[in-house]
């Protein structure tokens, strides 16, 4: 991953993050660059570890995962055990999609899905409270999303 990302790079992973499912073919018109060229590029991109992989943008809403909901955690000790207790934790839980551990006030803010208010209560009294790693928990319904899955600025 030393090598310098040229024009043609960026504007490779540009279109990328605006629609994965671009054929070769299909890149090669958006950057002015033989489809061969786009193949090659973007394989030696996935190698590089450039782009991780590809999914896709599922609605929550439309599958029943009506509540967005921002949880705020603190630890109930400071040490690298109950840090990775509680990392195992998030990531074994299909309901977190996100999870950071953060400076300030909080250790963690986790992004969670689940279908309405009793399986947020059950999420948070049933897995997360009880938790030997947990000490505290604060909860923020998200109201409105304003952005999500932006691309990342580069170039």
Avoid: W
């Amino acid at each position: 991953m030393n090598e310098v990302l040229d024009k043609f790079d960026v504007k490779i992973l540009r279109e990328l993050q605006l629609d994965g499912r671009l054929t070769n073919n299909e890149l090669s018109e958006k950057i002015a660059l033989s489809a061969s060229q786009c193949s090659r590029r973007r394989g030696r991109l996935e190698a590089d570890g450039y782009i991780r992989g590809y999914q896709a943008m599922l609605d929550r809403e439309r599958l029943g995962l009506d509540l967005l909901v921002v949880i705020s955690v603190t630890l109930a000790t400071h040490n690298r055990d109950n840090a990775q207790r509680f990392a195992r934790l998030v990531n074994d839980l299909p309901e977190v999609l996100e999870a950071y551990s953060l400076t300030g006030e909080m250790d963690y803010h986790i992004k969670v899905v689940v279908r309405g208010l009793s399986d947020l209560s059950r999420f948070v009294n049933e897995v997360l409270l009880p938790h030997d790693s947990v000490q505290h928990v604060k909860t923020a319904i998200v109201l409105t999303t304003l952005k999500q899955f932006g691309p990342l600025p580069i170039g």
